[in-house]
């Protein structure tokens, strides 16, 4: 019986000492001085000056080197890029991007599709900041006025990309964190071509009756 007193005496210290250590950590902090920032007006620096060199943010695309290789688009394991090439009306032998979008909300920030850029064009920014009420917003279009592909010189060592993040950073102020969507359209229906040779008009049918018959042919 004083066994059992004793070991019921010792559980009970254990746990009032234990509570106290918890507690004197939470008290001891009403007696010092508050140490959170006010994010982001009060912070020294810009957050995005102090992260590492090799950080993972938005993709900024510099279209004045963007060689319309689409080897970024390719690489995207999720298919978050959407690259368009057409002939220029006025010089047919001139290519244009009319489009290049990046579904930002949908990048997993691998950084596969920054490896094969050939002229660094496609790159990862420190920018993260660009909350939004509506994730259609955050599918940047590079090419809301179609470019023309970069010609790289054949003994080319050094490709005029803009700083990073200078592309990047005046579309994300711009935009309002509760600004509407774009309304995205479906994708229009194939055309046919007029040079296509017409169907005859029992063709599509014709072929049921002959495998319907070699059916009974073959029937015991």
């Known amino acids: 019986m004083a066994q059992n007193v004793r070991a019921y005496a010792a559980a009970v210290g254990t746990t009032v000492r234990s509570i106290w ?67 220029d009306p006025a010089n047919p032998k001139q290519r244009l991007v009319t489009q290049f979008d990046i579904d930002e909300a949908k990048c997993m920030y691998c950084g596969l599709c920054v490896e094969p850029c050939p002229t660094g064009s496609i790159q990862h920014t420190r920018e993260f900041e660009a909350s939004s009420a509506d994730l259609r917003t955050l599918t940047f279009r590079w090419a809301e006025k179609p470019f023309p592909v970069y010609k790289v010189a054949k003994d080319a060592t050094y490709y005029p990309r803009a700083p990073l993040g200078s592309i990047l950073r005046p579309m994300l102020e711009a935009r309002r964190w509760d600004a509407r969507g774009p309304e995205f359209l479906p994708p229009e229906p194939p055309k046919v071509t007029p040079d296509a040779p017409p169907r005859a008009p029992g063709a599509a049918g014709a072929a049921a009756p002959s495998r319907a018959a070699a059916g009974k042919e073959h029937k015991p």
């Open 21 to 87: 250590h918890g507690m004197s950590v939470t008290l001891s902090h009403l007696l010092r001085r508050p140490v959170t920032v006010q994010y982001p007006d009060r912070t020294p620096l810009p957050v995005r000056d102090t992260l590492p060199a090799r950080y993972r943010g938005f993709l900024e695309v510099d279209p004045a080197i963007c060689t319309g290789c689409q080897a970024c688009e390719r690489a995207c394991p999720i298919n978050c890029i959407a690259i368009t090439l057409e002939k």
